[in-house]
């Protein structure tokens, strides 16, 4: 992990309770109904400190390469010369090396192993980093992490911790001078980022157009018009459909016609497939396909 100090960055950061920097956003109503709540955010979070435009990328499921996804599209926009941001609001899931261990992948709690003496990694958060110039640092791109590769609430609650849902709101407003906003959701749109909320539920305040990223195989018809049919329950604007190869599909006949089947039966554009490999480019019918991932981002809502 990069150890020189970024802006916003206070030194070493190994997930645990620290300050956010800012005041807190506070509900004003509907606390427990993210629908119905007006938030209030401090007035150093929006304003000079909001990037110009957003995109929110989800995933039909957890290991559908959402980050793959989100950092080949930052790259594509740091080649044309914009300062792209990348924000993850919540993140479990670490590597660890301790003076004792190699590193390994948490799969509970710390197993004796002490976060102090600890080297901690959150692979998604140092993919997304890299993919934007190393501009921002761990706690603005991702301002709560947690360990274990358990859903954040669960694994929060192995630690003795609770995840915040108004600093995820707050956090997309810690971009100073970004032109654009990559906010990339953990797991799928409805999965759990608190004991109450979900991703969806960060959507819906945000409001940044929303790309889902499903699988390119078979079995993915059905994953992709579910999730689309939830987001616009939720009044969510969808920017499209991306489908990813985590693995090989060459065996799968459905990645021939599954693209066409979800647009024909939602209506929502399938840009193309990223096929599985170290550095695809996005394809339709077997034709590379240039995206402007621009025009799919608009401005966050403005916090009240």
């Known amino acids: 992990m990069n150890r020189s100090t970024k802006p916003g960055e206070r030194g070493e950061d190994h997930g645990l309770p620290s300050s956010t920097g800012f005041q807190e956003a506070a509900f004003q109503e509907g606390a427990n ?8 955010l401090a007035t150093n979070t929006v304003g000079a400190n909001t990037a110009g435009k957003a995109l929110l990328i989800t995933g039909t499921d957890t290991n559908v390469g959402k980050t793959w996804v989100t950092c080949l599209i930052a790259r594509q926009l740091l080649a044309c010369g914009l300062r792209v941001a990348a924000y ?11 003076t004792r261990e ?44 947690f360990l274990a590769p358990l859903a954040p609430p669960i694994a929060a609650k192995q630690e003795g911790r609770t995840v915040d849902f108004l600093r995820m709101l707050s956090g997309a407003y810690q971009f100073p001078g970004a032109d654009v906003l990559l906010i990339e959701g953990a797991g799928g749109w409805l999965s759990p980022l608190t004991e ?40 969510v604007e969808i920017a499209g459909v991306v489908l990813n190869e985590p693995r090989p599909t060459d065996h799968d006949a459905s990645t021939a016609t599954n693209a066409e089947e979800i647009e024909r ?8 497939v990223l096929p599985h490999g170290d550095d695809p480019g996005l394809l339709r019918g077997g034709i590379p396909v240039t995206m402007d991932w621009m025009l799919l981002a608009k401005p966050l809502a403005d916090p009240i």
Do not use: Y
């Not at 109904?33 to 209030?40: E, I, M």
């Not at 997304?128 to 301002?143: R, V």
């Not at 499903?214 to 579910?226: C, F, V, Y």
């Open 196 to 235: 109450q909320f979900t991703v969806a539920d960060v959507a819906a305040k945000l409001r940044a157009p929303v790309l889902i990223v499903a699988r390119a195989g078979l079995g993915t018809i059905n994953h992709t018009l579910l999730t689309i049919e939830s987001i616009r329950h939720r009044g």
């Open 33 to 40: 109904d993210p629908s119905s709540a007006r938030v209030s």
């Open 265 to 272: 039966r939602s209506g929502v554009p399938v840009f193309g």
């Open 102 to 145: 190699s590193s390994e992948t948490i799969t509970g709690t710390m197993a004796g192993i002490s976060p102090v003496n600890s080297h901690v990694i959150w692979e998604d958060i140092e993919r997304l980093k890299a993919a934007i110039g190393e501009e921002w640092s761990d706690e603005i791109i991702c301002p709560q992490r």
């Open 88 to 98: 993850k609001p919540v993140c479990s899931g670490a590597s660890i090396t301790s």
